[in-house]
């Protein structure tokens, strides 16, 4: 069993940054794909970024590619989301999530674990 949860959402500015962590409890953190989605009001969730266990190979949406960062340290069982450039169409409730299953990670339904998500607002 996996808990996860996040913290570090807010209120930004356009054009601003933030930080998003995701501390997980259990073992065995490394051997886990971790990923990153958002959901905003009235829409579905989408795939924001994820990071393998292993090797640390890591994956973006299109539309944060260039502005997000992916990293984790496997030592604090945590996964980090930097968000810099911040646009307001990037407003929404982030959730991390646990896979250890070797599937694509762009699709939550291989996501074995969720946390409760954090709100990240960015205003125009």
């Known amino acids: 069993q996996v808990q996860l949860v996040e913290s570090g959402g807010g209120l930004v500015q356009a054009g601003g940054s933030l930080g998003l962590s995701c501390a997980a409890s259990?073992?065995?953190?490394?051997?886990?794909?971790m990923g990153w989605f958002r959901q905003a009001p009235g829409k579905e969730r989408e795939f924001v970024a994820a990071?393998?266990?292993?090797?640390?190979?890591?994956y973006y949406a299109d539309s944060v590619k260039g502005r997000f960062t992916i990293s984790r340290d496997n030592a604090k069982n945590t996964v980090y989301l930097q968000m810099n450039s911040l646009k307001p169409e990037d407003t929404a409730v982030y959730h991390c999530?646990?896979?250890?299953?070797?599937?694509?990670?762009?699709?939550?339904?291989?996501?074995?674990?969720w946390g409760q998500g954090t709100q990240v607002t960015v205003s125009s």
């Open positions: 990071i393998r266990g292993s090797g640390g190979r890591t």
């Open positions: 999530a646990a896979s250890n299953l070797a599937l694509s990670v762009r699709v939550g339904g291989v996501y074995n674990y």
């Open positions: 259990g073992r065995s953190f490394s051997s886990y794909t």
